[in-house]
């Protein structure tokens, strides 16, 4: 028999084992510091103790808090760069390390919100009842745990269905200058594309564009499976790098659902502009055209979250728009863009100029993962039209002065037969879907009975 003492000292060590776990569990308490130095819009705080990305308020002098993050050190000092507004800070102010930094709250209750780059909501629709977590600059995949890119995905645009095949999961680039179209682009692809989740990230952008996109182009139906992030021009530095995070958190969340999620960010120039910010506000040391180091590394960190995920997960098609300044496809971060990412589609002010929409400069943009998904029949007719456009802008300035003469060459007289069809093809009204097959028998229309121009026997797949 059990003597009654001895259970209940069993009882007291269980309990005792269980605060203690408890106890081990909890957080130390935040040591809090003081403001010591504010430089644009770098703080400077000593006395505390946190880790780069973690989140402090600020105690301004009538009681407000002000979020900030850290983002480097030197000795026992911290810097830190706020994500709102600072008016009302001053010398010693409260310096108070917060608790579960570097996390959001994510679920499908953000579908249809718009939020900022903090996951506030700016809808007027009431606060967010997420309940899971998850890393706001994600966690990295083993890139041999990718699923591959094997499906085509139908973005109900001609040009790009047929030309520019893209697959599911790929990650492709809409390279302009400002004012050629990219952002209706963009809200073409978020009304046809073939998804479950359209995460929208406006990064940096117009804040006017916000409602816009959201009521004109998005629309009461698509706005349902829709999540919208956006981070205006004139959000703070911090808050714009926080935006294309949370994008991307919120698209790995329903992706890790198995959803095929359809990521469009707006811009990725703007988020590297962001970070060029704070690298610089924080002794960053500049290297190309002004960017510091920091910047190119960050780039690939955003980039290479979205596509496949593993087995069993779904996946992120991802397009991010990169603003070419003076239209330069040279530019640092096109340059840098343009190597991580799986395509390009180039868009020309020469062609936007011309009354000519969607811009799409079909010379210039690739599709890299088209060999893997398109048919041998579709691979010999697109490159037949590529040739056959090709071979009419060479000879352009000689047809347009007259100074070409019929018959002299047959690959020229063929290009000046289809010129007009191929026109046509390439353009598509903002109103207009054009499916995934009607656009691969609109291809083979436009070369057909071509004189000299006829497509080569198709190949194996």
Known sequence: ????????????????????????????????????????????????????????????????????????????????????????????????????????????????????????????????????????????????????????????????????????????GLFAGSGVGKSVLLGMMARYTNADIIVVGLIGERGREVKEFVERILGPKDRKRAVVVAAPADSPPLMRLHGAWLATAIAEYFRDQGLNVLLLMDSV??????????????????????????????????????????????????????????????????????AILDGHIVLSRRIAESGHYPAIDIEASVSRAMHEIATGAQMNTARQFRQTLATYQHNRDLIAVGAYQRGSDPRVDNAITLWPRMQKFLQQDIRERVDFAASLTALQNVLADSGGGKPEPARPA
């Open 1 to 172: 028999m059990i003597d009654l003492g001895t259970k209940r000292a069993a009882n007291w060590s269980e309990r005792l084992a269980k605060r203690t776990r408890r106890i081990e569990q909890t957080p130390p308490p935040p040591v809090e510091g003081s403001l010591t130095r504010m430089v644009g819009l770098t703080l400077e705080a000593t006395g505390c103790q946190a880790s780069i990305g973690d989140y402090c308020d600020v105690i301004t002098g009538d009681g407000a808090r002000v979020e900030s993050e850290v983002v480097g050190f030197a000795g026992d000092r911290l810097y830190l760069m706020p994500t709102g507004d600072i008016q009302g800070l001053g010398p010693n102010a409260r310096v108070i390390p917060r608790q579960r930094a570097g996390t959001v709250r994510v679920g499908p209750q953000l579908l249809g919100r718009i939020v900022d780059g903090g996951c506030n909501p700016l809808d007027g629709l009431g606060p967010l009842e997420c309940e899971e977590r998850v890393r706001l600059t994600g966690k990295p995949i083993n890139p041999l745990s990718r699923k591959p890119i094997e499906e085509p995905l139908d973005v109900g645009i001609r040009a790009i269905n047929s030309l520019l095949t893209i697959g599911r999961g790929q990650r492709v």
């Open 269 to 338: 120039t703007r988020f590297a502009q962001a970070q060029r910010e704070i690298g610089l506000a924080i002794g960053e040391a500049p290297a190309t055209k002004g960017y510091p180091p920091s910047v190119f590394a960050r780039l690939p960190q955003l980039v290479e979250r979205a596509g496949n995920g593993a087995e069993g997960s779904g996946s992120i098609t991802a397009f991010y728009t990169v603003l070419t300044e003076g239209d330069d496809t040279n530019d640092p971060v096109a340059d840098a863009a343009r």
